[in-house]
């Protein structure tokens, strides 16, 4: 089962409803499922449930998140990413989604703040 990953509204589109979204294969999608568990379920639990709330129908979803709560998901996503040391085959699939796919459209969102990420990058 092959999933779309949205992570939030395009401001550069006159369409304000516009997502910024990436389709992932199966392989993919479970395994960056497998990434957000393991950065977001300790600390972040109701968050990861939010994200995860449509993963039945094949989405995670960021775009109903508040500011703070997407920016706070963020730092701890490249927390968890900078912090693996010997990744597992399934980790390194989660954070090539993460670079690949995710990193591209955050920065597009109205609620990514980078003076709460400069040190992140």
């Known amino acids: 089962m092959a999933g779309d990953i ?3 509204y ?3 589109s006159q369409n304000k409803w516009e997502t910024n979204d990436g389709y992932v294969n199966s392989a993919s999608f479970m395994a960056f499922g497998d ?3 393991e950065a977001l379920s300790k600390d972040y639990p ?3 449930s939010a994200i995860k709330e449509d993963e039945p129908m094949a989405m995670y979803n960021f775009c109903d998140l508040s500011a703070v709560e997407y920016n706070t998901v963020i730092r ?3 927390e968890f990413k900078r912090n ?3 990744p597992t085959p399934i980790q390194q699939l989660g954070t090539r989604v993460w670079e690949e796919i995710a990193e591209p459209f955050i920065h597009k969102d109205v609620r990514y703040d980078s003076k709460y990420h400069d ?3």
């Open 35 to 37: 990434w957000l568990d």
């Open 76 to 78: 701890a996503l490249r």
């Open 6 to 8: 949205y992570f939030g």
């Open 46 to 48: 109701n968050l990861l």
């Open 10 to 12: 395009d401001n550069s």
């Open 84 to 86: 693996l040391m010997k």
């Open 119 to 121: 040190d992140d990058l």
